[in-house]
């Protein structure tokens, strides 16, 4: 037995209505779904941190995720794995026809896109050839509801600008964003404050946020992981040093919290001017 059948038959007894986990019978698509996103959450935490054995269980963790839906869909006689393994077999091929060729063969058709512009253009081409695109078709289609904001900003960013609708460099981005920023404030200070209107502002102002990294080359989410990992780095060094000098954090005035903030800050720049 292979681990992949291993696995497939580990996820079926688990479903088993007789003698499988009663946690795992109960669950059903939607009630398993948040825990796929977690999962490529942390594979992509993984890679962060460079842990490539904490790599290799949460890849495990995430593969899991798809034999658990597989096998549900199979229960209800719609799919099971293997036709998910090849229905993703089938589509790699088709979309990439400089790569294997018409005959699903090696390419021999001349056919070679060197340039990875071209060949992002050419997939997103061919996906709208296989959902019955046609030139009326919205520049936004395909573009799923369910990603993180932050993804779906960026996705329909850059698909609005694959038809000219773009800012032509990063200056009039940054522009943009102190103008956002300015309505955010007169927004603050209305009264009475409109909770909806303020709430409209501040995300005009994380979608621009999202330009400006697009703009930039920035990849959005690695930017606010390693800010969230600073922040945590040098919060938590702010507790030791409180406790080191005898004190709770949650104890003391804004402006000692600071104090800490700032030596946490000193710290850590020291630090990296000392590491080899």
Not at 247 to 252: E, H, K, Y
């Amino acid at each position: 037995m292979s681990d992949i059948q291993r696995l497939l038959a580990i996820m079926a007894r688990l479903r088993d209505p007789q003698d499988g986990c009663p946690w795992d019978v109960q669950q059903d698509f939607s009630s398993i779904a948040p825990y796929t996103i977690e999962e490529a959450y942390e594979v992509a935490d993984a890679i962060e941190r460079r842990d490539m054995p904490e790599l290799r269980d949460e890849l495990g963790d995430l593969l899991l995720q798809v034999v658990f839906h597989a096998q549900m869909a199979q229960e209800e006689g719609h799919f099971a794995f293997g036709d998910v393994v090849g229905a993703i077999c089938d589509k790699m091929i088709r979309r990439h026809p400089h790569v294997f060729g018409p005959d699903r063969g090696p390419a021999e058709s001349g056919l070679r896109l060197d340039d990875a512009r071209a060949q992002g253009e050419r997939w997103e081409a061919i996906k709208r050839a296989e959902k019955g695109g046609s030139a009326a078709a919205s520049a936004l289609d395909g573009i799923a509801a369910g990603l993180p904001e932050w993804v779906r900003a960026s996705k329909l960013q850059a698909c609005a600008a694959k038809v000219g609708f773009d800012w032509p460099s990063v200056d009039p981005v940054l522009d943009k964003l102190h103008e956002e920023i300015d309505e955010v404030r007169a927004e603050l200070q209305r009264e009475p404050r409109d909770a909806g209107r303020l709430s409209e502002e501040i995300g005009d102002v994380l979608f621009v946020c999202v330009n400006l990294a697009r703009h930039a080359g920035v990849d959005y989410g690695h930017a606010l992981r390693q800010a969230n990992l600073k922040f945590e780095r040098r919060f938590r060094a702010m507790e030791a040093m409180a406790a080191a000098d005898g004190l709770r954090l949650a104890d003391l005035p804004l402006a000692a919290q600071d104090a800490y903030w700032e030596r946490a800050k000193r710290d850590e720049k020291a630090a990296s001017r000392d590491a080899p």
